[in-house]
């Protein structure tokens, strides 16, 4: 399906002087022509079809991966892509999402980052960083019309020249913020990474190793069911729908790259369930959740402690996922991890921000500020 979209570079009006073209992606059926492969669009079908394999596509990350977009979505998302020649030099993928009569551009459930994927070639450092920085400003002209965007980009992509991305978003009108995660270099010998963390996280880990056991789950209902107990004993409701995490968790185990783990009691009952997936570089603590009716302090931290020994062994970075919290900042610190800071991209046309203000108002009494007004 080729389709004529507006540029997105002028945030305010979402106008632009002249349109750019891309194409809406649609993966209903199996991807068969493998990661190499790149997706173009038929001119004369709405189903896209495979071509030759790049000469040297842009290496993705696990979130990046066809598979992992079309499962999280079923299917239903969409990307930009820049092309010089046959040649594949950047991707931006995102999910296409309407609420209340609005747009939204925004990453898939589950995935936690999600930024422009670029080729930046060979060379210096300050060539490779121009190279990207020319292509995801071409990657935002892409965009369709939109209401509203958010993506997260992850601080250690193409060798950390991922920090320019928030100097071609910022020219094009959007804000760039942060969210703090850590990151656990799970290479090192494992005595150093226990001698890393705080007295008292090694003294939990030991008392939940006396009681409880670490075993895999391999039936993903087990996992909602038991995540979604967990919120409603605590009176709290869910951010995100599970409906797709069963096809995710699926599709993990059938790739080997991902794995729920529970602290079980003797009793077989679960006090702690976590799901972790990986890629060839990074492991990432996606979801946990813990039983609110038990007095338990050392289950989570021994199954962050089993995490971090699967991926020694596979020899990855661990990622503790974004801080939103001083609790958490303060307890995920306690394992040792360099705080990273991830750029948050977000943009919204005036009449988004007008109606976010007077929700704002509404809920708190104050006006929401936006540099987009």
């Given at each position: 399906?080729?389709?004529?979209?507006?540029?997105?570079?002028?945030?305010?009006?979402?106008?632009?002087?002249?349109?750019?073209?891309?194409c809406?992606?649609?993966?209903?059926?199996?991807?068969?022509?493998?990661?190499?492969?790149?997706?173009?669009c038929?001119?004369?079908?709405?189903?896209?079809?495979?071509?030759?394999?790049?000469?040297?596509?842009?290496?993705?990350?696990?979130?990046?991966?066809?598979?992992?977009?079309?499962?999280?979505?079923?299917?239903?998302?969409?990307?930009?892509?820049v092309?010089?020649?046959?040649?594949?030099?950047?991707?931006?993928?995102?999910?296409?999402?309407?609420?209340?009569?609005?747009r939204?551009?925004?990453?898939?459930?589950f995935?936690?980052?999600?930024?422009?994927?670029?080729?930046?070639?060979?060379?210096?450092?300050?060539?490779?960083?121009?190279?990207?920085?020319?292509?995801?400003?071409?990657?935002?002209?892409?965009?369709?019309?939109?209401?509203f965007?958010?993506?997260?980009v992850?601080?250690?992509?193409?060798?950390?020249?991922?920090?320019?991305?928030?100097?071609?978003?910022?020219?094009?009108?959007?804000?760039?913020?942060?969210?703090?995660?850590?990151?656990?270099?799970?290479?090192?010998?494992?005595?150093?990474?226990?001698?890393?963390?705080?007295?008292?996280v090694?003294q939990?880990?030991?008392?939940?190793?006396?009681?409880?056991?670490?075993?895999?789950?391999?039936?993903?209902d087990?996992?909602?069911?038991?995540?979604?107990?967990?919120?409603?004993?605590?009176?709290?409701?869910?951010?995100?729908?599970?409906?797709?995490?069963?096809?995710?968790?699926?599709?993990?185990?059938?790739?080997?790259?991902?794995?729920?783990?529970?602290?079980?009691?003797?009793?077989?009952?679960?006090?702690?369930?976590?799901?972790?997936?990986?890629?060839?570089?990074?492991?990432?603590?996606?979801?946990?959740?813990?039983?609110?009716?038990?007095?338990?302090?050392?289950?989570?931290s021994?199954?962050?402690?089993?995490?971090?020994?699967?991926?020694?062994?596979?020899?990855?970075?661990?990622?503790?996922?974004?801080?939103?919290?001083?609790?958490?900042?303060?307890?995920?610190?306690?394992?040792?991890?360099?705080?990273?800071?991830?750029?948050?991209?977000?943009?919204?046309?005036?009449?988004?921000?007008?109606?976010?203000?007077?929700?704002?108002?509404?809920?708190?009494?104050?006006?929401?500020?936006?540099?987009?007004?």
């Amino acid at each position: 399906m080729k389709i004529r979209g507006i540029n997105a570079a002028a945030i305010g009006s979402l106008a632009a002087s002249e349109a750019s073209e891309f194409c809406i992606r649609d993966f209903s059926g199996p991807l068969t022509g493998g990661l190499g492969a790149a997706l173009v669009c038929d001119r004369n079908n709405s189903r896209p079809e495979m071509s030759k394999p790049c000469q040297a596509p842009p290496k993705a990350s696990l979130f990046h991966e066809y598979w992992w977009l079309e499962a999280a979505t079923a299917g239903r998302f969409s990307e930009v892509e820049v092309r010089h020649g046959d040649h594949l030099v950047g991707r931006l993928p995102f999910s296409e999402v309407k609420r209340n009569g609005l747009r939204h551009l925004c990453m898939p459930d589950f995935t936690h980052v999600l930024g422009p994927l670029v080729d930046s070639g060979d060379g210096k450092p300050q060539t490779r960083m121009m190279n990207r920085l020319s292509t995801v400003e071409s990657l935002i002209k892409r965009l369709p019309p939109f209401d509203f965007l958010r993506l997260v980009v992850d601080p250690l992509a193409d060798d950390g020249l991922t920090t320019i991305d928030a100097v071609a978003f910022q020219i094009h009108g959007f804000q760039v913020g942060h969210q703090c995660t850590f990151h656990l270099d799970c290479r090192a010998d494992l005595k150093i990474l226990q001698a890393g963390m705080e007295s008292r996280v090694r003294q939990n880990i030991r008392r939940a190793e006396e009681r409880l056991t670490v075993k895999t789950v391999d039936d993903p209902d087990r996992f909602v069911r038991f995540y979604l107990d967990n919120l409603r004993k605590a009176n709290r409701k869910s951010y995100m729908p599970f409906n797709q995490f069963f096809a995710l968790f699926s599709e993990c185990q059938a790739r080997n790259c991902g794995l729920a783990l529970a602290a079980m009691q003797p009793s077989g009952a679960p006090v702690a369930m976590t799901f972790i997936v990986w890629d060839s570089n990074t492991m990432y603590y996606l979801l946990t959740t813990r039983a609110p009716d038990e007095k338990d302090n050392g289950s989570v931290s021994l199954l962050i402690w089993s995490a971090m020994r699967r991926a020694h062994d596979l020899g990855l970075t661990l990622d503790l996922d974004g801080v939103t919290t001083a609790g958490t900042a303060r307890f995920l610190s306690g394992f040792g991890g360099a705080p990273r800071m991830r750029q948050v991209i977000t943009g919204g046309r005036p009449f988004y921000n007008m109606v976010q203000s007077v929700k704002t108002i509404l809920r708190c009494g104050r006006p929401f500020r936006s540099s987009f007004d």
